[in-house]
């Protein structure tokens, strides 16, 4: 698992309320990656960071925030949760000299009521 | 704008025939390409990738992919299918002037191998 983890695996919230996700890795790598799961989608990508500092928009990114102060975290934020956002969302990072293989976490599964 | 088109939703395999999942993409450029796998309540685990060379690439628990540059294909193969191969299967592609190591996924099959 590439030595990803991510918190809370499971979350229930309510529509409205700020929720915040967690991935931590501990290998040092550079690239990061938020992504949400939904039936008949596949994996979107919702944000991703390249650097300390250093995030940008993905495919699906409104109604997310995301941040990293430290190369180990990278944290995505709900600022007011909605229903459309109940899903799994699934953190990744890139292999280094790996020929842009990404390797994934676990995966929190967001219900919002 | 790359892409990856993955036309079936389920695949359904006897056990011990052989499996095979498809995917096309679309980049501008020479790909790279990959496939994963996915168990039920877990994450993604990479299977293999082709970059460049040989157009058969073997990877993990047995399978193997082969990319037809003139298809635009990159199918998934194993010989002969095991129940424990039941899981959803995921193609992903970079093109060589994506920015920032983006990779786009397909929808995703699901295959089922029936005992």
């Known amino acids: 698992d590439a030595g990803i983890t991510q918190s809370p695996r499971h979350k229930v919230t309510e529509t409205g309320t700020p929720v915040t996700l967690r991935c931590h890795q501990t290998?040092?790598?550079?690239?990061m990656y938020w992504y949400r799961q939904d039936p008949g989608h596949g994996l979107r990508l919702i944000h991703y960071?390249?650097?300390?500092?250093?995030?940008d928009k993905g495919e699906v990114s409104d109604g997310y925030s995301v941040s990293r102060s430290k190369t180990e975290d990278f944290l995505l934020t709900l600022e007011s949760a909605t229903s459309s956002q109940t899903s799994v969302y699934f953190c990744?990072?890139?292999?280094?000299?790996?020929?842009?293989?990404?390797?994934f976490g676990p995966g929190t599964r967001l219900t919002v009521l | 704008a790359q892409s990856v088109a993955q036309p079936e939703d389920q695949v359904n395999v006897a056990e011990g025939n052989p499996l095979t999942v498809k995917c096309t993409y679309s980049?501008?450029?020479?790909?790279?390409l990959f496939w994963y796998v996915q168990y039920p309540n877990r994450g993604l685990q990479f299977l293999l990738k082709?970059?460049?060379?040989?157009?058969l690439v073997k990877g993990s628990y047995g399978f193997e992919a082969e990319f037809n540059k003139s298809q635009t294909s990159f199918h998934l193969k194993k010989p002969s299918a095991l129940v424990s191969d039941s899981a959803l299967y995921f193609c992903?592609?970079?093109?060589?002037?994506?920015?920032?190591?983006?990779?786009?996924f397909g929808k995703g099959n699901q295959v089922v191998v029936i005992p």
């Open positions: 990744a990072i890139k292999g280094q000299g790996e020929g842009y293989t990404q390797y």
């Open positions: 290998e040092n790598h550079r690239y």
């Open positions: 960071s390249y650097g300390v500092k250093d995030t």
């Open positions: 980049v501008s450029g020479n790909p790279y």
């Open positions: 082709y970059i460049t060379g040989d157009n």
């Open positions: 992903a592609v970079r093109g060589p002037t994506e920015g920032n190591n983006r990779l786009a």
